[in-house]
């Protein structure tokens, strides 16, 4: 199952909405991640099982979708909002990541 | 607290082989899934290998099928990681993850550990 997402990256502003999409080959029920990493850090989870926020993760950020299309929101940009961030299908393995997006603060 | 500590990165020339260990502490190692994440520099994620609680399913990659074995001890809260016929594009940052088995999550990450393959 392959993973696309869009956009590659994207500047926003503080305060703005950031919407980034993920698409599978083929469904993956609603067995979609989100993970957020920082430069030199590992990846952190920011959502499970599509819309499921993680313990500790701001209610700023959200996700939907089933099936083949996903979305990650973030509703309100922070400063430490910067990153890449990877979506991840955990339906069936191979477990690919999407390629990633990254976000910048303008 | 979650603590997932890899070592036994380096370099290796091609061909070579290393072997990563993951040592776990803070959770109950023998009642979650495993797995190995890998990024090469400034590249993405790609998921590498994943190991079931009891150590009887392993998973692989296609682009490590045949070269790289998953396993684990759970007496010592241990994974490894044996990779042979190491080539310059195994050179990555690679990670020991933690999953949920329940939710098929990755919920904790280790710090990661570079290997670098090169002549």
């Known amino acids: 199952i392959q993973m696309t997402q869009s956009p590659s990256s994207l500047s926003a502003s503080l305060g703005d909405s950031v919407t980034i999409t993920c698409r599978a080959s083929?469904?993956?029920?609603?067995?979609l991640n989100w993970y957020q990493q920082k430069p030199g850090k590992a990846p952190k989870l920011l959502i499970y099982?599509?819309?499921t926020l993680q313990t500790g993760v701001p209610s700023r950020f959200s996700g939907s979708g089933s099936g083949t299309e996903f979305t990650l929101t973030i509703s309100s940009l922070q400063p430490e909002d910067y990153g890449t961030y990877y979506c991840?299908?955990?339906?069936?393995?191979?477990?690919?990541f999407g390629p990633g997006t990254k976000v910048d603060i303008k | 607290e979650v603590q997932l500590l890899e070592s036994g990165g380096g370099l290796v020339q091609p061909g070579g082989s290393l072997r990563l260990s993951c040592e776990a502490s803070?959770?109950?190692?023998?009642?979650?899934?495993m797995n190995w994440v890998r990024q090469a520099p400034g590249k993405g994620l790609e998921w590498v290998a994943a190991?079931?609680?009891?150590?009887?399913?392993?998973y692989y990659a296609d682009s490590v099928w045949g070269r790289f074995t998953i396993s684990r001890d759970n007496s010592k809260n241990t994974l490894f990681l044996q990779m042979n016929s190491l080539r310059a594009e195994d050179t990555a940052l690679y990670y020991c993850?933690?999953?949920?088995?329940?939710?098929?999550?990755?919920?904790?990450w280790g710090q990661g550990i570079l290997v670098t393959v090169s002549s």
């Open positions: 993850v933690k999953e949920v088995i329940v939710q098929q999550k990755f919920d904790h």
């Open positions: 803070g959770f109950s190692f023998s009642t979650h899934h």
């Open positions: 190991i079931s609680d009891t150590g009887a399913g392993t």
């Open positions: 083929e469904t993956v029920d609603s067995y």
């Open positions: 099982l599509a819309s």
């Open positions: 991840q299908q955990s339906f069936t393995t191979p477990f690919f």
